[in-house]
Protein backbone atom coordinates (compact mmCIF):
# COMPACT_ATOMS: atom_id res chain seq x y z
CA UNK A 1 0.00 0.00 0.00
CA UNK A 2 1.16 3.38 -0.46
CA UNK A 3 1.69 6.48 1.90
CA UNK A 4 -1.66 8.19 0.35
CA UNK A 5 -3.66 4.94 0.59
CA UNK A 6 -3.04 4.47 4.47
CA UNK A 7 -3.53 7.95 4.67
CA UNK A 8 -6.82 7.80 3.37
CA UNK A 9 -8.06 4.55 5.34
CA UNK A 10 -6.47 5.94 8.35
CA UNK A 11 -8.73 9.47 7.75
CA UNK A 12 -12.00 7.39 6.57
CA UNK A 13 -11.36 5.13 10.35
CA UNK A 14 -10.79 2.06 8.21
CA UNK A 15 -7.49 1.40 9.85
CA UNK A 16 -6.46 2.28 13.41
CA UNK A 17 -3.55 4.64 14.12
CA UNK A 18 -1.27 2.09 15.47
CA UNK A 19 -1.23 -0.21 12.08
CA UNK A 20 -1.29 2.65 9.42
CA UNK A 21 2.18 4.04 12.18
CA UNK A 22 3.53 0.31 11.24
CA UNK A 23 2.31 0.18 7.27
CA UNK A 24 4.07 3.91 6.74
CA UNK A 25 7.16 3.24 8.68
CA UNK A 26 9.71 0.44 8.87
CA UNK A 27 10.25 -1.50 11.85
CA UNK A 28 14.13 -0.42 13.52
CA UNK A 29 16.65 -3.30 12.51
CA UNK A 30 18.83 -3.63 15.13
CA UNK A 31 22.47 -3.64 14.08
CA UNK A 32 24.96 -6.11 15.10
CA UNK A 33 28.18 -4.48 16.95
CA UNK A 34 31.70 -5.56 14.32
CA UNK A 35 34.04 -8.08 14.59
CA UNK A 36 37.65 -7.12 16.11
CA UNK A 37 40.40 -8.48 13.56
CA UNK A 38 43.20 -7.23 15.62
CA UNK A 39 44.15 -5.95 19.88
CA UNK A 40 46.44 -3.07 19.91
CA UNK A 41 48.69 -3.11 23.11
CA UNK A 42 50.63 -0.32 24.80
CA UNK A 43 52.16 -0.79 27.91
CA UNK A 44 54.10 2.29 29.74
CA UNK A 45 56.69 1.84 32.91
CA UNK A 46 58.00 5.02 34.76
CA UNK A 47 61.37 5.02 35.05
CA UNK A 48 62.32 2.43 33.01
CA UNK A 49 63.62 3.61 29.44
CA UNK A 50 64.51 0.72 28.31
CA UNK A 51 62.20 -1.47 29.42
CA UNK A 52 59.45 1.24 27.73
CA UNK A 53 61.40 0.63 24.45
CA UNK A 54 61.51 -2.87 24.35
CA UNK A 55 57.71 -2.88 25.00
CA UNK A 56 57.05 -0.65 22.56
CA UNK A 57 59.29 -2.66 19.47
CA UNK A 58 57.86 -5.80 20.75
CA UNK A 59 54.25 -4.38 20.92
CA UNK A 60 54.79 -2.43 17.65
CA UNK A 61 52.56 -4.05 15.67
CA UNK A 62 48.95 -5.06 16.47
CA UNK A 63 48.20 -8.67 17.51
CA UNK A 64 45.37 -11.04 15.72
CA UNK A 65 42.71 -11.50 17.39
CA UNK A 66 42.91 -14.95 16.95
CA UNK A 67 46.07 -15.31 18.87
CA UNK A 68 44.77 -13.76 21.72
CA UNK A 69 41.64 -16.04 21.74
CA UNK A 70 43.90 -18.87 22.07
CA UNK A 71 46.48 -17.11 24.71
CA UNK A 72 43.11 -17.24 26.88
CA UNK A 73 41.29 -20.23 26.08
CA UNK A 74 45.08 -22.44 27.06
CA UNK A 75 45.85 -20.24 30.28
CA UNK A 76 41.80 -20.08 31.26
CA UNK A 77 41.64 -23.59 30.48
CA UNK A 78 38.90 -24.75 33.69
CA UNK A 79 37.93 -21.60 35.49
CA UNK A 80 35.11 -20.41 35.83
CA UNK A 81 36.48 -17.21 36.92
CA UNK A 82 39.25 -15.42 35.51
CA UNK A 83 40.45 -14.11 39.42
CA UNK A 84 38.54 -13.13 42.47
CA UNK A 85 39.46 -9.21 41.62
CA UNK A 86 38.16 -9.99 37.79
CA UNK A 87 34.83 -11.85 38.23
CA UNK A 88 34.74 -12.81 34.77
CA UNK A 89 34.82 -15.19 32.78
CA UNK A 90 37.05 -16.48 29.96
CA UNK A 91 34.79 -16.80 27.43
CA UNK A 92 33.22 -13.90 28.44
CA UNK A 93 36.37 -12.13 28.28
CA UNK A 94 36.66 -13.54 24.67
CA UNK A 95 33.34 -11.97 23.67
CA UNK A 96 34.36 -9.03 25.49
CA UNK A 97 37.50 -8.89 23.56
CA UNK A 98 35.86 -9.68 19.99
CA UNK A 99 33.77 -6.58 19.21
CA UNK A 100 35.49 -3.62 17.51
CA UNK A 101 36.24 -0.52 19.17
CA UNK A 102 36.58 -1.54 22.72
CA UNK A 103 39.26 0.59 24.95
CA UNK A 104 40.57 -0.48 28.19
CA UNK A 105 43.12 1.87 30.08
CA UNK A 106 44.89 0.49 33.25
CA UNK A 107 46.48 2.58 35.59
CA UNK A 108 47.95 1.18 38.61
CA UNK A 109 49.33 2.53 41.55
CA UNK A 110 52.40 2.68 40.76
CA UNK A 111 51.80 4.00 38.18
CA UNK A 112 52.53 1.38 35.17
CA UNK A 113 49.98 2.16 32.35
CA UNK A 114 48.61 -0.26 29.65
CA UNK A 115 46.26 0.67 27.32
CA UNK A 116 44.82 -2.35 25.04
CA UNK A 117 41.96 -1.33 21.85
CA UNK A 118 40.58 -3.36 19.27
CA UNK A 119 40.67 -2.79 15.71
Same mark, same amino acid.
Given at each position: ??? @?? #??????????????? @?QLL @??? @??????? !???????? #? !????? &????? *??????? *??????????????????????????????????? *????????????????????? &???
Amino acid at each position: MTK @YE #VLTKLEKKELNKKKA @YQLL @YNP @YKERKPQ !RAGFVKIK #V !RVPDE &KAANM *LLGIILL *LPLPIFLIKWILLKRFKNQEQISEQFPMSPSELID *LISMKGVKVNISTKTNERILI &KTI
